[in-house]
């Protein structure tokens, strides 16, 4: 898609194109903020035919790359590049971490994307293979100066001292490139080999200080406790949407430890499965950073056609799977708080203030368990109360970013009361009166309140009560998600009610807690509700006993004086100020009270 001047401002690809393209500029209102910015600045659009999906996806990847269109995602982090410097290779050697990369005849191993595990490998390889981090210089301070404390508590071999020949010094310097280069499996095997062959030549010295270092390097890598098994490298992807924003999260596995985590920030998308697939296309375009493994946490489109792209980028099988359970579900769940975390951080950078990790991480969560595009960001939840089929009435509580919206709650007196009480038809009634004003205010061009459309409608109920409300929420303006709160018989949340039957929820921590806490408080107020209209009622009614008061002058006075002893202790003149009321009337009134007490 191009703009005025002819500039590639989008590429996308379909099976389907005439659906795709004209998916854009249908229900315009329906659209992300970015999407609609970009309908509007669409002036042409040009389309290429390949041979196979494949070819398709291969052409887009390269098009994005070539055009960096503005309105494709576009991989960016916070991170810059980090390298790991071995200077004088052929001397006494020194092993550094470094921001750039010299032409200063010094080994450079990198780049790579994390500060954090440069200096944690450099001092690891330092303190296990008791190298110098002093700012002495050597051979000039060999035996001229005193040894440091490092020496005396064994976390350098003392090169001052004069002890150590270069030979060796550039033995342990070697065999300590060799652990970053290929890992302490690697090393330690052939320290273990070498260890063998000095205890059988009767060198135990040397067998022994082997031994020591053996031991010196099992127990640094004893602190990197995050491991992942499975025999291969492995990418864990997850994502967090929310307050406009969408994070993916990648966790990079190599040699079976975690070593690196990187964060993108994107606008959040209509889908968080399609941009998932974007994001793994693109990303995986060089073929050097491409694992044999991508676990994600949540959907993905294009899974089968991703997997055949990245094997042929890299040359190797690549595996793309969703985490289920086990070791990779516990890996993708660690994803996905890191990605809810950071998007916490930024939203809170962007003004959003009301969000926290744990709300995304739930919100994101949630829209996972029940199929959802996006995570619903503004949630109402509806439940009916009945007193004594006297009294019914329905509540709404809204949630907003995983927080109760307390301006935004509302209640329902049940009209239709006719007959024995009926929930199902009393909750009918709610969602019908809800669809008429949400239609009432975006004719005034309200979109906030009754105005606003909820990304999600919970209901107090199982089957019963989702059957009820669905055939209402099939027009084309108001159209949200439907679920119910499913309650066991200690009144606690269960399940939750689907059209394809109950899904289990109690598994997933976060999205249980929250939904445990949306039927809780909806509970709460529509109870709370109907237990004030039932006293009012009461009080009504009691009032009604009294000669020439009937339901109106009772409401009246109720609504003036409040409470039936406001009204007891209240001068004849007083009530005949009330609407409805007069002098004579307000005295019968007194009066009736008094032969009452």
Known sequence: MKNKSGTVIYVGKAKLLKNRVSSYFRSLEKHLPKVAKMVENVEDFDFIVT??????????????????????????????????????????????????????????????????????????????????????????????????????????????????????????????????????????????????????????EKAAALRDRIRALERVTEQQRVVLSGGVDSDVIATAAGGGICCVSMLIFRNFRLTDKRDFFFDEPDSIS????????????????????????????????????????????????????????????????????????????????????????????????????????????????????????????????????????????????????????????????????????????????????????LLDGGAGQLSTVLPLLTSEDFHPPVFGMVKDKKHRTRAIAATGGEITISAHRLAFALVSTIQNETHRYAVSYARRSHTKKSFELSLTKAPGIGPARAKALLQQFKTISAIKSASAEELSAVKGMSLSLAQQLKDFFERED
Request: proline fraction near 4%; charge should be negative; aromatic fraction near 8%.
């Open 274 to 457: 399609a941009l998932m697939a974007e994001f793994i296309a693109q990303y995986y375009s060089d073929a050097s950073l491409i694992p044999k493994r991508l676990l994600l946490r949540g959907e993905c489109d294009d899974m089968t056609l991703l997997t055949k792209l990245l094997t042929e980028r890299s040359g190797h099988r690549v595996e793309i799977t969703r985490a289920q359970r086990g070791e990779p579900m516990r890996f993708a769940e660690m994803a996905s708080q890191n990605a809810a975390q950071s998007l916490s951080t930024r939203t809170r950078q962007d003004g959003h203030s009301g969000w926290s990790g744990k709300d995304v991480a739930a919100l994101n969560e949630l829209a996972e368990l029940l199929s959802l595009s996006t995570p619903p960001e503004y949630i109402e939840a509806y439940d009916i109360s009945n007193i004594g089929g006297q009294t019914i009435v329905g509540g709404m509580v809204v949630f907003e970013s995983g927080k109760p919206l307390r301006s935004a709650y509302r209640r329902f007196s049940i009209r239709d009361t006719v007959g024995a009480p009926d929930d199902y038809a009393s909750l009918r009634e709610v969602i019908s009166r809800r669809i008429s004003e949400f239609r009432a205010a975006r004719e005034r061009g309200d979109t906030s309140g009754f105005g606003r459309m909820p990304d999600l409608i």
């Open 51 to 204: 041979t196979s999906e494949l070819e398709a996806l291969v052409l887009e990847c390269s098009l994005i790359k070539q055009y960096n269109p503005k309105y494709n995602i576009l991989l960016k982090d916070a991170k810059g590049y980090n390298y790991i410097r071995i200077s004088d290779p052929e001397g006494w050697s020194r092993i550094t971490c470094e921001k750039t990369r010299k032409e200063d005849g010094a080994e450079y191993i990198g780049p790579f994307t994390s500060s954090f595990i440069v200096k944690e490998t450099v001092e690891e390889v330092n303190r296990a293979f008791m190298l110098p981090t002093c700012t002495r210089q050597f051979p000039e301070s060999i035996g001229n100066e005193r040894p440091c404390l490092n020496y005396h508590i064994k976390r350098c071999s003392g090169v001052c001292t004069g002890k150590i020949s270069l030979r060796e010094y550039r033995e342990t310097v070697d065999q300590a490139v060799q652990l970053i280069k290929n890992g302490h499996s690697a090393v330690v095997e052939g320290l273990t080999e070498q260890m063998n062959a000095a205890a059988e030549n009767l060198d135990f």
